[in-house]
Every structure is written in structure tokens, then in C-alpha cells.
């Protein structure tokens, strides 16, 4: 333990929280929420529901996320089910993960405007559509 970043909290399986969840350290989500979190890491288990954004550093999902996730390191495992639009720096998606949404690298969202997002992409952007199923 001699790092100075080992805190971490646990959301079992029997918790549902309705709102926000902002953590400062890693974050273990087995329940279930409705509402964004943002935490430094988060590993989601198999069980666990999540309705609302995610942002982390680091993510590694094994459950249901329906919303947008933004993570510099994302790992998406074969019992995860995205829904959702996904922007990475750097991705793994297990054979078997269900997603349905679209992926964009974090660089060209940050190539943009930054005050200024838009709910729509425009006519003939540059965008990757990407659903795998089993």
C-alpha cells in the first residue's frame, strides 16, 4: 500500500442509489444506479445497472450502462451492455460485449469548439457506427 492512491468504494449489489455519484477515488459499482457518475476509476460488476453518464480515467464495464461514457482507458467486457454514444483514448472490447451506440476518439471530440456541443452531428461527419452482438 504504498501508493498514495488506494482508496477505493464499493456499491454492492443490494444498493440502489437515485442520483450524482462524484468520488475522488476508484469507485466498484455492483448496484444499481439512475444518475451520472464521475470518479478517477470504476469497475463495474456483471450485476450491476447504471442509467446516467459515466466519466472516469479508467473503466472496466461488465453490466448494463444506458448513457453516454467518456474514459481515457475504457474496457468494455463480454457481459457489458452499452447503450450509449463512447469516447476513449484507448479501447477494449471483449468478444461478445453488446453496444449500441457510436464511438469517437476523445481527441476529435477535443478538436472541436469546447463551449459549444451539439446534440446532432452535422450532415456527413466523420463518425464510426459500431454494434456488435452475439
Known amino acids: 500500500m504504498g501508493s498514495g492512491n488506494s482508496t477505493f468504494s464499493v456499491i454492492g449489489s443490494d444498493i440502489r442509489i437515485k ?26 460488476g456483471e450485476s450491476s445497472q447504471v442509467t446516467g453518464g459515466v466519466m472516469a480515467d479508467s473503466a472496466r464495464l461488465a453490466g448494463r450502462v ?35 451506440g457510436r464511438f469517437a476518439p476523445n481527441a476529435r471530440r477535443d478538436a472541436s469548439k469546447p463551449a459549444v456541443s451539439s446534440p ?10 459500431l454494434k456488435i452482438a452475439t
Open 19 to 44: 442520483g450524482d455519484i462524484t468520488a475522488s477515488a476508484d469507485l466498484h459499482v455492483d448496484g444499481t444506479i439512475e444518475g451520472d457518475i464521475k470518479c478517477a476509476s470504476l469497475v463495474q
Open 120 to 129: 446532432k452531428p452535422a450532415a456527413g461527419a466523420d463518425q464510426t457506427e
Open 66 to 100: 444506458t448513457g453516454s461514457i467518456t474514459a481515457k482507458e475504457l474496457v468494455i467486457l463480454k457481459s457489458a451492455k452499452i447503450e450509449g454514444d463512447v469516447h476513449y483514448d484507448a479501447l477494449t472490447i471483449e468478444q461478445g460485449a453488446q453496444v449500441d
